[in-house]
């Protein structure tokens, strides 16, 4: 029987020495990191997940804006505003909570962020420096999922980790990272034959499929360590499901991540981590994480 990871303490840890990092600007440079978050329209995912956000950052003392437009905004006010803030030397994140409406462009709005304010790691410019190993901002929940297998002393040299899903925001980053950890790396999507004899082979299976409890313990190999990175609504009730049949996989496996309390606050974590990250980078201070 494996154990469900207390990923609650790692972050806790890990928010800890953010808010060190944020009281040393603070103290010694007059600086507050600030990130700005637009929000449009009125789903209750994205607003749940705003509220999280701006409860983490008070908490860790990172200023946080939130700039909410109902769902008849036009294009051009949010690209102002996104400009605005460009421009703006005390806003040192922005980010657009996604999905947007479907009469406005994500791909130009999201490409309108400076690089370098950039905190979600969406931009090709971030994208580019993560496939040719150069330093950028990494996408949050990628580099949440590597923090949690870090931070819980597990080796990823050498394990073959298994990746269900190949999305630009998770599938795909996390693979380019797991290979930076000299990891042997598959990539599996709704096309792949066989499935379940792939994931059985899988050290470490990071599952991002959004489909509620898909795996279950005949996809697991006896032993692997299991990331579910899924949070579906059970249908007719509030409850979140993961991807993973927690209870059935513990059967089998030797460390599953829950839902919620996972991969979720790790993910909000490293975004508050690129935002401090951004503040010392632009305003020229070497910034370091240890483990």
Excluded: W
């Amino acid at each position: 029987m494996g154990i469900l990871l207390d990923v609650k303490a790692l972050v806790h840890k890990r928010r800890l020495e953010l808010r060190q990092k944020v009281l040393f600007l603070q103290e010694n440079y007059q600086i507050t990191p600030k990130i700005v978050v637009i929000i449009v329209g009125e789903n209750p995912g994205s607003q749940s997940y705003v509220k999280g956000k701006q409860t983490a950052a008070r908490a860790i003392g990172v200023e946080s804006e939130v700039i909410a437009y109902p769902e008849t905004v036009s294009q051009v006010e949010i690209l102002q505003v996104i400009q605005k803030h460009n421009a703006d030397p005390k806003t040192h994140g922005i980010i657009v909570q996604l999905p947007l409406p479907a009469n406005l462009d994500e791909s130009l709005i999201t490409s309108t962020i400076l690089a370098d304010k950039d905190v979600d790691g969406f931009c090709a410019e971030h994208q580019g420096r993560l496939v040719s190993g150069q330093k950028g901002f990494i996408s949050c929940t990628p580099k949440g999922i590597i923090e949690i297998l870090k931070m819980s002393g597990q080796t990823i040299a050498g394990k073959h980790v298994v990746v269900i899903g190949r999305s630009n925001i998770v599938g795909k980053p996390v693979a380019l990272l797991a290979v930076a950890e000299h990891a042997t790396v598959t990539i599996c999507h709704s096309q792949t034959q066989n499935l379940c004899a792939i994931t059985q082979m899988a050290d470490i299976l990071i599952v991002a499929i959004g489909k509620a409890e898909f795996i279950t313990k005949e996809y697991v190999k006896s032993g692997a360590i299991v990331i579910d990175v899924g949070v579906n609504r059970a249908s007719g009730t509030t409850k979140l499901l993961g991807d993973v049949k927690t209870t059935d996989v513990l059967e089998v496996a030797s460390i599953v991540t829950p839902v919620p309390g996972g991969v979720g606050p790790m993910t909000i974590t490293m975004l508050l981590e690129n935002t401090i990250e951004a503040a010392y980078f632009q305003n020229h201070i070497a910034f370091d994480i240890s483990y």
